[in-house]
């Protein structure tokens, strides 16, 4: 048996501009900030003497493998995204950066908005541009009706309301 597994897909390289934002100001923190503290902590448990049963030194050095891993993916992903800011000229369809709300079979109302995949979050409702239900709702107006295969399996929606800016 190997270990060979086929590359990951690539992700879309779109970004809104505050997810931009967020990912450039994470950036700034762990390199002046975090690593500074996390460096500091671990010359001070490296001069305690024995590291063979150092607890302290062993988390600090696996914390700093952590930041500079994170740091080094943000180094190289950052420069190839691409910022998304304009509003599509035709704001009845779901485009990349739009709010917009489904109604399900079972009737209930779900509202999602279509981000980039460096930003997602399953709690405020930003979806990745690359996921089944945004590829799906993609172009889709208002009382539209769509298929999405989602992990559940086939789901059915209707399109009640599309629109561009906050919440």
Not at 60 to 85: E, F, H, N
Not at 132 to 156: I, S, W, Y
């Amino acid at each position: 048996m190997t270990r060979w597994r086929p590359p990951a897909a690539t992700s879309t390289a779109a970004i809104t501009a505050e997810g931009y934002r967020r990912l450039k100001d994470e950036l700034d923190d762990l390199w002046r900030v975090r690593r500074p503290e996390v460096v500091r902590a671990l010359a001070a448990a490296a001069a305690e003497g024995d590291r063979s049963e150092n607890a302290e030194y062993t988390y600090r050095k696996k914390q700093l493998a952590g930041i500079d891993r994170r740091v080094r993916y943000l180094g190289k992903r950052l420069p190839s995204l691409r910022v998304v800011d304009s509003v599509p000229a035709d704001q009845d369809a779901i485009f990349f950066g739009a709010w917009f709300t489904v109604e399900d079979e079972a009737g209930e109302e779900h509202e999602y908005r279509i981000v980039g995949p460096d930003e997602t979050n399953a709690g405020l409702g930003w979806i990745s541009i690359d996921s089944p239900l945004a590829k799906a709702a993609m172009r889709r107006r208002v009382d539209d009706e769509f298929e999405a295969e989602l992990p559940q399996g086939l789901a059915r929606f209707v399109v009640v309301a599309v629109r561009y800016g906050g919440p």
